[in-house]
């Protein structure tokens, strides 16, 4: 977003990119006439941080969509005068067909999507707002881009920004990126941003989160704090100085991970760590209670962070901004004793159930569905059963919808989170009647609820007498290179990603398993028939690396890109 | 072939496809395999067994776990969601 008047030459410059053969951009201008009345000039306004992240999604989306190298755009608010330019979208690609389809596609979601509002003043001296095709006011424009961007991101896995990664500037939304995302934010690093400490940031690095004006910490005494639960016999003041030496590992705050972190962090628990890679999006809000609406666009864990120490600034909190994965993941929780499952994906669940298991970790794992939950324990004290004691292999990411494809009611969520952090205390408390083995499940809608028993499993992967899964190893690389492979590709499946017309354009002395155009792939409904692995080849390596990645997320562990593409097919050959 | 009555509950996903959570039938099935079979020709499920849990008076049991008259069986689709 921009308040000032856009310059279309430092615009185009931007999107500049050696490896483009082509640019495309689209100017709008404000015209002189709308609905048969005479246009004098206009204001545009903006749910600026709603705008932006949504801006930010349509561009990741174009750029995934049509293999683009770069895509801009960039939109006014404030007072234009006729003939002045109220938004600038320009592409760049490898060829002229991606380039207009994309300009095309990203004006159309912009006008669309985006929560912008303009505001016409006529030749008659009135005057009037003009919603976009489809709003009438701020409240129904929020669910509106919302929805849309609901419906986006379920068929188009987020692909992580990350300029340095993929050798180009990446998406960026106008000028307001910066402002929107706090300077500590952008860095990708796999350690814990170790941000201890002992009293609340009012107003501090977050930007716009809104923090109320809390009592200062001096004026609260620890023992104000926790005393209507030290007062409970089972907890006392050595209940509560376990809570403080206690080490808590949290993933995902998002629906469940919001009243767990809440809960957690007011009952005591000493050292907090909040694993959350995602920022926070409009959708977000119906359910994630830790965060307020003027906080969209910035990322979630430094919200929370920022939240919790508001809340209890007799604790330690650290964020993690990175993901969870196999490469990092002993290593993070490693100075941790509890890990607390809030994640919404099979892949980060199992993998937490595997970390537990062999690195000895307290786990205490929800998922919901619609208006259902349920909450799991693994205590590795205990010789109850493991995740993978019931669900030997990981089920197939996408054979159950996800809160984004099913939809869900905020509060599930909140009753499961508080479940979680329910459970982590009695456990940390040795209170009785722990859960511990058995998987509780809850109907919220019938409010029916029981628990059903498992055994240990002695054939489990994981925790069985003879276990496959010895060690959390990290997935291979999703890019090989031609060179490594010295031009052997028999141990792949090669599957042409390239449009029939680049195809032709350039014939490749290789035999291809398959061709599918990257357009016409859908990574939840692949109609390709040929066995893993694949490697995947575009012209140039991105628009393969890019539906690699999406392939991997969702499941497919043998897929890869080849680096470079066919010019390094052909080289190598 | 001798039928018997069971309580049956749907969880999640199957909740969503056979429209209600509980229901009782009169079944000639003698496992919840079978039993299974039956209600996914009948309500067109879209996941099969292999991919489900089954829960008999409140415990994971086996598929080909003999089926009891009055046994309670659940079925329960993998959930991730958070």
């Known amino acids: 977003m921009s308040d000032r008047p856009l310059d279309p030459q430092a615009l185009r410059d931007s999107v500049r990119n050696v490896e483009a053969g082509g640019f495309v951009a689209f100017e709008g201008w404000v015209r002189n006439h709308n609905e048969g009345k005479t246009v004098e000039r206009l204001e545009y306004e903006a749910y600026e941080a709603v705008a932006v992240s949504e801006g930010n999604a349509i561009l990741a989306d174009a750029m995934e969509r049509f293999g683009l190298l770069e895509a801009k755009c960039v939109h006014r608010v404030g007072t234009l005068e006729l003939e002045d330019m109220a938004v600038w979208v320009g592409v760049s690609a490898a060829h002229r067909g991606e380039a207009f389809d994309a300009c095309r596609f990203i004006i159309d979601s912009v006008k669309h999507r985006l929560p912008i509002w ?81 009293t609340p940031l009012l107003g501090g690095a977050g930007g716009g989160l809104n923090s109320n004006n809390a009592p200062t910490p001096a004026a609260i005494t620890e023992a104000g704090y926790y005393a209507r639960q030290i007062h409970l016999k089972e907890i006392g003041q050595a209940g509560q100085d376990k809570l403080r030496q206690a080490r808590v590992f949290v993933v995902g705050a998002g629906g469940l991970g919001s009243p767990a972190l809440q809960y957690l962090a007011a009952a005591g628990i000493g050292h907090l760590a909040i694993c959350e890679a995602d920022s926070l999006e409009a959708s977000n809000l119906h359910r994630q209670t ?68 062999l690195h000895k970790k307290l786990l205490v794992q929800s998922s919901i569905y619609q208006y259902e939950g349920q909450l799991f324990v693994y205590n590795p004290d205990h010789d109850g059963p493991c995740v993978r004691c019931l669900w030997p292999e990981m089920p197939k990411p996408g054979c159950v919808g996800s809160c984004a494809e099913v939809g869900v009611l905020g509060a599930i969520p909140g009753v499961f989170g508080s479940l979680q952090a329910m459970e982590v205390l009695k456990h940390l408390l040795d209170l009785p009647d722990k859960l511990q083995g058995d998987t509780f499940f809850m109907d919220l809608l019938s409010l029916r609820s029981y628990k059903a028993k498992a055994e240990r499993n002695h054939d489990c992967p994981v925790c069985g007498t003879h276990p496959s899964i010895t060690a959390i190893v990290a997935e291979a690389p999703v890019e090989l290179d031609a060179a490594d492979l010295g031009g052997d590709w028999s141990g792949y499946a090669l599957i042409d990603i390239r449009d029939e017309e680049e195809a032709d ?69 | 072939m001798s039928t018997k009555t069971l309580k049956i509950g749907y969880y999640a996903l199957l909740r969503e496809q056979r429209g209600l959570s509980e229901e009782t039938v009169e079944t000639a099935a003698t496992t919840p395999e079978e039993l299974y079979a039956t209600l996914q020709s009948e309500h067109g499920f879209s996941l099969d067994a292999n991919q489900l849990k089954v829960v008999i008076n409140d415990a994971f049991k086996a598929w080909d776990t003999p089926l009891q008259p009055n046994d309670n069986v659940v079925f329960i689709p993998p959930v991730a969601g958070g």
């Open chain 1, 290 to 357: 830790l965060f307020d609406a003027p906080g969209v666009g910035q990322p979630k864990a430094l919200l929370a962070a920022e939240r919790l120490r508001a809340l209890n600034p007799f604790i330690d909190v650290v964020t993690l901004t990175d993901r969870i994965t196999r490469a990092n993941a002993v290593d993070l929780v490693r100075d941790y004793d509890v890990l607390v499952d809030c994640t919404d994906n099979f892949e980060t669940k199992f993998l937490l159930n595997d970390v537990s298991v």
């Open chain 1, 505 to 573: 354009g350039e014939r490749v002395p290789i035999p291809f398993a398959a061709h599918r155009p990257a357009k016409d792939i859908q990574v939840d409904a692949l109609d390709i028939d040929v066995p893993e692995p694949w490697l995947l080849v575009c012209s140039r390596g991105m628009r393969s690396k890019y539906l690699a990645m999406a392939l991997r997320k969702a499941g497919h562990a043998q897929v890869f890109s080849l680096r470079g593409g066919t010019k390094a097919l052909v080289s190598a050959k």
């Open chain 1, 118 to 198: 303009k505001k016409e003043h006529y030749t008659d001296g009135d005057s009037g707002w003009v919603n976009c095709e489809h709003c009438a006011h701020a409240g129904v424009a929020l669910e509106h881009a919302n929805h849309h961007h609901g419906a986006s991101s379920t068929a188009t896995p987020q692909p992580t920004p990350g300029p340095s990664q993929e050798g180009n500037s990446g998406p960026a939304f106008g000028d307001s990126v910066a402002k929107a995302t706090p300077n500590d934010t952008a860095v990708v690093s796999s350690k814990i941003q170790d941000e201890t400490c002992k």
